[in-house]
């Protein structure tokens, strides 16, 4: 361990001795931005920089149970991302079941799985569902990996579940119409029963969402960090905390 090594722990120690146990977040959103760039940057290929991601990940989580987080929700796979070439996504998928599998297997968190699973490889989401029923009943750390994920297409298959359920218990379009608000959309969200993200964390610089959580994060902080994910370190995290932590929320003022 080098001399900067120790000085940012150090400073990592004084951060976390300062936050307010009252202030930290339930439920944090991290969009894992920059693994290519991060691999290009180190003349490697885009799979290396996936692989050092996802090695990332244990780290984080980690991070969120020593400040008792409830939820932590994590961007591994967009939507838009499907469409890249197959020889980049299959690398890719193995990347992410591996990681998966990895998560489920430390027996300390509840693995949700979420987004468009139908769009993904049938071994990929079959062992995706799996990890999802084996680790329900885990008392730790709640762990959405949003994959095949895009946020207008959970709104759309919110409405699509909705307009199912009413379909089958007879209520008219009429009647539904009338009775229709938000609470019904949401409890039909990859994340129902779920508290919406309190704090949202992009890497990389990129300072938009890109469709992440788009209805969940109507009263969320933003904290939008330079660093390349697979470079995210646990003083870049405790920053995002500290600068949530010292906002005035005002839930849509």
């Given at each position: 361990?080098?001399?900067?090594?120790?000085?940012?722990?150090?400073?990592a120690?004084?951060?976390?001795?300062?936050?307010?146990?009252?202030?930290i977040?339930?439920?944090?959103?991290?969009?894992?931005?920059g693994?290519?760039?991060w691999?290009k940057?180190?003349?490697?290929?885009?799979?290396?920089?996936?692989?050092?991601?996802a090695?990332?990940?244990?780290e984080?989580?980690?991070w969120c149970e020593e400040?008792?987080v409830e939820?932590v929700?994590?961007?591994?796979?967009s939507?838009?991302?499907?469409s890249?070439?197959?020889?980049?996504l299959?690398?890719?998928?193995?990347i992410i079941?591996?990681?998966?599998?990895?998560?489920?297997?430390?027996g300390?968190?509840?693995?949700h799985p979420?987004g468009a699973?139908?769009l993904?490889?049938?071994?990929t989401?079959?062992?995706?569902?799996e990890i999802?029923?084996?680790?329900?009943?885990?008392?730790?750390?709640h762990?959405?990996v949003?994959?095949g994920y895009?946020?207008r297409?959970e709104i759309?298959d919110?409405?699509r579940?909705?307009?199912?359920e009413?379909?089958t218990?007879?209520?008219?379009i009429?009647?539904?119409?009338l009775?229709l608000?938000?609470e019904?959309?949401?409890?039909?969200l990859?994340?129902?029963?779920q508290p919406?993200?309190?704090l949202?964390?992009?890497?990389s610089?990129?300072?938009?969402l890109?469709?992440?959580l788009?209805?969940?994060?109507a009263?969320s902080e933003f904290?939008?960090?330079e660093?390349?994910?697979?470079?995210?370190?646990k003083?870049?995290?405790?920053?995002?905390?500290?600068a949530?932590a010292?906002r005035?929320?005002r839930?849509g003022?």
């Amino acid at each position: 361990m080098g001399l900067r090594d120790v000085l940012y722990g150090v400073y990592a120690g004084r951060i976390a001795r300062s936050l307010d146990p009252d202030q930290i977040p339930r439920h944090v959103g991290v969009i894992l931005d920059g693994n290519r760039r991060w691999a290009k940057a180190y003349g490697e290929q885009a799979s290396a920089g996936h692989r050092r991601g996802a090695d990332k990940i244990h780290e984080l989580l980690s991070w969120c149970e020593e400040l008792h987080v409830e939820v932590v929700t994590l961007w591994l796979l967009s939507t838009d991302n499907l469409s890249r070439p197959a020889v980049e996504l299959a690398p890719l998928y193995a990347i992410i079941e591996q990681a998966v599998t990895g998560l489920a297997e430390t027996g300390r968190w509840a693995v949700h799985p979420m987004g468009a699973l139908d769009l993904l490889p049938d071994s990929t989401a079959r062992l995706l569902k799996e990890i999802d029923e084996r680790t329900a009943g885990n008392d730790g750390l709640h762990v959405n990996v949003a994959i095949g994920y895009g946020g207008r297409r959970e709104i759309a298959d919110a409405v699509r579940s909705l307009l199912h359920e009413h379909a089958t218990l007879g209520t008219t379009i009429e009647d539904l119409a009338l009775l229709l608000d938000v609470e019904h959309i949401a409890e039909h969200l990859y994340t129902k029963g779920q508290p919406d993200p309190d704090l949202v964390i992009r890497t990389s610089g990129e300072q938009r969402l890109s469709g992440f959580l788009l209805w969940q994060s109507a009263h969320s902080e933003f904290y939008f960090c330079e660093a390349y994910w697979p470079d995210f370190r646990k003083v870049d995290f405790l920053r995002a905390i500290r600068a949530f932590a010292a906002r005035n929320r005002r839930f849509g003022s």
